[in-house]
């Protein structure tokens, strides 16, 4: 089967960086994504990894192994508005993307 | 960058009653738009893949019959949910794909919040 794993909810204080993971075992690779989801909102596009190593796009970067099958996104600097849902999709041989059930940021001052 | 438009944002139908959501990709072509559904504090679903000029793919457990899906042009898709029930009440959200982009990322639209009486 395909699957997305990554954490339920974590907690980071303002200022501060956090770094959110996501596992994935799916059938073809055609890169990986990370979107903001804001309560009720759409998705918001982050971040797109099809190469191994790190993209760095202000405070956020987002990191792929895909050996590993594995890829963070770091937030740095935190910020209130910051808090989110932060959810990982990786585009299969199909380029259908499979979602996982998203990371519940909670950001505290 | 590219944009994806959503209408109505909100919609309060009866019971019974049938509701049409669009989605528009504004500046760019999507062979390919996606319908998902997300309830309160949990994850998004994806409903149905729909391609221009065919048939919509739905997954496991969406009714075809319940949620029509017509994709008449490389800028539009809408979802028709029929006969809706209160339990239908969510939001629905579609996605695009950039037929130019190598990709495969997929810009969201703003939603449309349903609520059923």
């Known amino acids: 089967g395909q699957n997305i794993d990554q954490p339920t909810e974590m907690t980071a204080t303002e200022g501060a960086i956090v770094q959110i993971n996501c596992t994935y075992q799916?059938?073809?690779?055609?890169?990986l994504f990370w979107y903001q989801q804001h309560a009720g909102e759409a998705p918001t596009f982050l971040s797109y990894n099809v190469l191994d190593g790190l993209e760095e796009k202000g405070r956020f970067s987002s990191f792929l192994s895909r050996s590993k099958g594995y890829s963070y996104l770091l937030l740095k600097e935190l910020q209130m508005k910051d808090s989110a849902s932060y959810l990982c999709?990786?585009?299969?041989?199909?380029?259908?993307?499979?979602w996982g059930a998203g990371t519940k940021l909670i950001i505290k001052p | 960058g590219a944009v994806v438009s959503q209408h109505p944002s909100r919609v309060i139908c009866k019971s019974g009653t049938s509701v049409k959501i669009e989605c528009r990709s504004l500046?760019?072509?999507?062979?390919?738009m996606f319908w998902y559904r997300q309830f309160p504090k949990q994850s998004l679903m994806l409903m149905a893949t729909?391609?221009?000029?065919?048939?919509?793919?739905?997954e496991q457990g969406v009714e075809k019959d319940k949620f029509l899906i017509n994709h008449a042009s490389l800028t539009l898709s809408t979802l028709t949910v029929t006969s809706a029930h209160p339990e239908d009440s969510s939001f629905y959200i579609c996605?695009?794909?950039?037929?130019?982009?190598?990709?495969?990322?997929?810009?969201f639209g703003p939603g449309t919040r349903l609520t059923v009486t």
């Open positions: 500046d760019f072509q999507a062979t390919t």
């Open positions: 729909s391609n221009e000029g065919s048939k919509a793919t739905y």
């Open positions: 799916t059938s073809g690779f055609n890169g």
């Open positions: 996605s695009a794909r950039d037929i130019a982009s190598g990709k495969g990322e997929q810009y």
């Open positions: 999709a990786v585009s299969n041989s199909n380029y259908q993307l499979i």
